[in-house]
């Protein structure tokens, strides 16, 4: 069965450092997210991505943030310089259309800023 | 804004028993309104979904209602067993796809 995978599972990182998580998606989806889930909290969204661009993105996802997708693989959020409070997990998630279907999610990367 | 709402936080019930878990969302554009369960440190997965145009679907143990007038929509599950112990999470999304996910519910099955 297709699945969506991110890698690393788990980054520590310094505080002001730049940080790149990575996410490869079910080949024939169309469509790209990325989520974050501070610890015991609800997932929250980020940033849609669709057709080489940004389709929109949440209040976090400010200007320290950013995505690509570099290839017809990768999708990738860049984090410019990290807080403590960006630690948490962060989830990409695919679907082939906007409409109605399943999200598909990785299994995530936690994010531990020291 | 776009929020969901979801209740309770935490549900413990006995093997066996029932489980309902209760979400209201916001915005009447909403269409598409899925389920996940999540366990600790891992990914959610989506255990079931409804979109706007349908009532009520099932699966096995687990079943959704939807009532799009009163904007609420709810996970049933029946003959809980303690592998059904996770944190569940109702989630709603229009045309753009995002989802809006709930508070999420802890959900406890003591044998």
């Known amino acids: 069965e297709p699945e969506v995978t991110q890698t690393p599972s788990h980054q520590v990182t310094q505080m002001g450092q730049e940080v790149i998580l990575r996410c490869v998606p079910i080949?024939?989806?169309?469509?790209f997210y990325w989520y974050r889930q501070i610890l015991g909290q609800k997932v929250e969204f980020l940033v849609s991505?669709?057709?080489?661009?940004?389709?929109?993105k949440s209040e976090i996802f400010d200007d320290q943030f950013s995505v690509e997708r570099p290839d017809g693989s990768n999708f990738t959020l860049k984090i410019r310089s990290t807080k403590l409070e960006d630690s948490a997990m962060y989830f990409c998630?695919?679907?082939?259309?906007?409409?109605?279907?399943?999200?598909?999610f990785g299994q995530g990367t936690r994010l531990t800023v020291v | 804004g776009e929020n969901v709402e979801q209740h309770p936080s935490t549900l413990s019930v006995q093997e066996g028993d029932s489980a309902v878990i209760k979400c209201t969302y916001s915005?009447?554009?909403?269409?598409?309104f899925p389920w996940y369960k999540q366990e600790l440190g891992k990914r959610p997965q989506l255990i079931i979904d409804?979109?706007?145009?349908?009532g009520e679907k099932k699966d096995q143990r687990i079943a959704v209602t939807l009532n799009k007038t009163a904007k609420h929509f709810s996970l049933h599950i029946t003959e809980t067993q303690p592998e059904d112990s996770a944190v569940y999470f109702c989630?709603?999304?229009?045309?753009?796809?995002?989802?809006?996910f709930g508070q999420g519910t802890e959900l406890s099955v003591k044998p």
């Open positions: 915005d009447s554009a909403s269409n598409y």
């Open positions: 998630a695919s679907r082939w259309s906007e409409r109605g279907t399943e999200a598909f």
């Open positions: 409804i979109r706007s145009n349908v």
């Open positions: 991505f669709y057709n080489n661009e940004i389709s929109e």
């Open positions: 989630a709603a999304s229009k045309r753009g796809g995002k989802l809006i």
């Open positions: 080949s024939n989806h169309l469509y």
